[in-house]
């Protein structure tokens, strides 16, 4: 087996753990959102993608960008009528932050057959006192809610495409021929 900074995501026969790999592209594609985020930002009246890019990533901070993107994107979706659609858009937004977030600041440990476990260090961080042992502290992460936090991801992401899509077409005042938006999905857990 070769050398990984994350052996628990290989498994005893050195294979790929389907964990790690729902995990990664979480870490990874979370960016995907803020970029399509951007995208309803660029449909805005005067707006483009360059314009909207630079506005949201100017200055760092996830949380920073999802708020900057509220002040301009929900006047102007609620005056064509989808400021519900977009403010909720951009509240899951917001939960699929703090997924994102609990796994960019951890430690993952293999659990054997049990699955992998995380210890949330910014959570430890906040602990009062010595910190003993980081596996007090550590939360279980199952195969089944990393799938439904994908999913989770997934239809956030087709909200923001929809939503940009329908902006458009008001924008043009052309009839919007495009998908409705998804029925609203509940809320994964961030950890089992």
Request: proline fraction near 5%; include cysteine.
């Amino acid at each position: 087996m070769s050398a990984t900074v994350m052996p628990c995501f290989i498994d005893s026969n050195g294979n790929p753990r389907p964990e790690g790999a729902i995990i990664g592209r979480l870490l990874a594609g979370y960016g995907d959102l803020e970029l399509e985020m951007c995208t309803c930002i660029s449909q805005l009246p005067n707006g483009d993608i360059d314009s909207a890019v630079k506005k949201i990533f100017g200055k760092r901070g996830a949380e920073r960008r999802i708020e900057m993107a509220e002040e301009v994107l929900i006047p102007a979706y609620t005056a064509i009528g989808m400021g519900a659609e977009i403010s909720g858009t951009l509240s899951d937004m917001h939960w699929c932050r703090e997924i994102r977030n609990q796994f960019a600041h951890c430690h993952f440990v293999s659990w054997g057959p049990f699955g992998i476990r995380f210890v949330d260090l910014e959570n430890v961080a906040k602990l009062t006192g010595r910190i003993r042992k980081l596996a007090h502290s550590s939360a279980d992460i199952s195969l089944s809610t990393l799938k439904s936090q994908e999913a989770y991801f997934n239809y956030v992401q087709t909200c923001f495409q929809i939503l940009a899509h329908a902006f458009s077409c008001s924008v043009a005042k052309a009839p919007n021929r495009g998908r409705s938006m998804p029925a609203k999905m509940a809320r994964p857990p961030k950890h089992s």
